[in-house]
C-alpha cells in the first residue's frame, strides 16, 4: 500500500538560508509521481513541483528542488534562499500509476521563516 | 476561467443537520476530487469521481455521499453531522487520472463546524 511519510512537523530557518523538507514514501509500483504542495495561512493550496519514477534528473521549479533519492525512497523538497513568504504548511504527496486516481499526503511540515 | 470553486467558504452545522457542499470547476476536467484536511493534518480523500455518472471511495468515505451528474460540477453531502465533520474540505480537478504526472487544482476549501 502507499503511504507519505513526513517526519518533520515544524522548522524554523533564517532569511535567505536553504531549507530541505523530509518526504519518504513507500510503493510497490514502479510507476508513480511525487508531488510538493504549499498551504499558506490563507489555506489554498498551491501545487510546488513534480518528480516522475522514471524522470532521471532531479526536477527544479525556480528556487525550489526535489532531491530525489528512488533507492531510499525519499523526495525531499529544497528551498534556496528562503523568504519570509515561504512560512507555510509543506505537503509531500504522491501518486502511483495503478491508482492513478488517487493522490495521498503526508501530514505536513510547518516552515517558519526568521528575519 | 474561474479554476475551481467551492461554496460556502464556512458553515456551521448542528449535529444531526445535512447540508451540501458545492464543487464546480470550468476547466473540462475528467476527474474531481474532495478531501479533507483536519487540524494540523495532512489530506485525506473522501471520494473521487473519473467522469459524470461514475464515483468511487477514497479513503474517509463514511458519513458522506457523492454524485456527478454533469463534468462540472460534483457536489459532496453530509448526512446526519457528527462533530468529527468539523474540518476543512477542500474540492480539486485534474484532466485526467490516467498519467501520474497529471497535477491537481485545488479549490479554495470550506471550513465546515459541527456543534
Known amino acids: 500500500a502507499q503511504k507519505i511519510t513526513q517526519t518533520q512537523p515544524g522548522m524554523f530557518v533564517q532569511e535567505k538560508e536553504a531549507v530541505t523538507l523530509d518526504c519518504t514514501y513507500d510503493?510497490?509500483?514502479?510507476?508513480?509521481?511525487l508531488f510538493w504542495y504549499k498551504q499558506p495561512s490563507s489555506g489554498e493550496m498551491i501545487f510546488l513541483i513534480y518528480q516522475g519514477s522514471y524522470d532521471q534528473q532531479n526536477a527544479t521549479e525556480g528556487r525550489y528542488s526535489l532531491n530525489f533519492q528512488k533507492a531510499r525512497k525519499s523526495a525531499n523538497l529544497v528551498i534556496s534562499a528562503s523568504q519570509l513568504g515561504d512560512s507555510a504548511m509543506y505537503f509531500c504527496a504522491m501518486r502511483e500509476y495503478s491508482s492513478a486516481s488517487k493522490i495521498i499526503f503526508g501530514s505536513g511540515t510547518r516552515l517558519s521563516i526568521r528575519p | 476561467n474561474a479554476g475551481v470553486t467551492q461554496t460556502p467558504k464556512f458553515r456551521i452545522l448542528k449535529i444531526g443537520q445535512s447540508m451540501t457542499l458545492q464543487c464546480t470547476q470550468d476547466m473540462n476536467h475528467n476527474y474531481m476530487y474532495w478531501y479533507r484536511q483536519d487540524p494540523g493534518m495532512g489530506l485525506k480523500l473522501i471520494y473521487y469521481?473519473?467522469?459524470?455518472?461514475?464515483?468511487d471511495k477514497g479513503e474517509v468515505p463514511n458519513g458522506y455521499n457523492v454524485s456527478r451528474s454533469t463534468t462540472e460540477d460534483f457536489p459532496l453531502r453530509l448526512e446526519l453531522a457528527a462533530p468529527s465533520q468539523t474540518s476543512v474540505y477542500f474540492c480539486?480537478?485534474?484532466?485526467?487520472?490516467?498519467?501520474?504526472?497529471?497535477?491537481?487544482?485545488f479549490g479554495p476549501g470550506t471550513r465546515l463546524l459541527v456543534l
Open positions: 510503493t510497490s509500483d514502479p510507476s508513480y509521481g
Open positions: 469521481s473519473v467522469g459524470a455518472g461514475i464515483t
Open positions: 480539486a480537478s485534474s484532466y485526467s487520472g490516467g498519467r501520474a504526472s497529471e497535477t491537481q487544482y
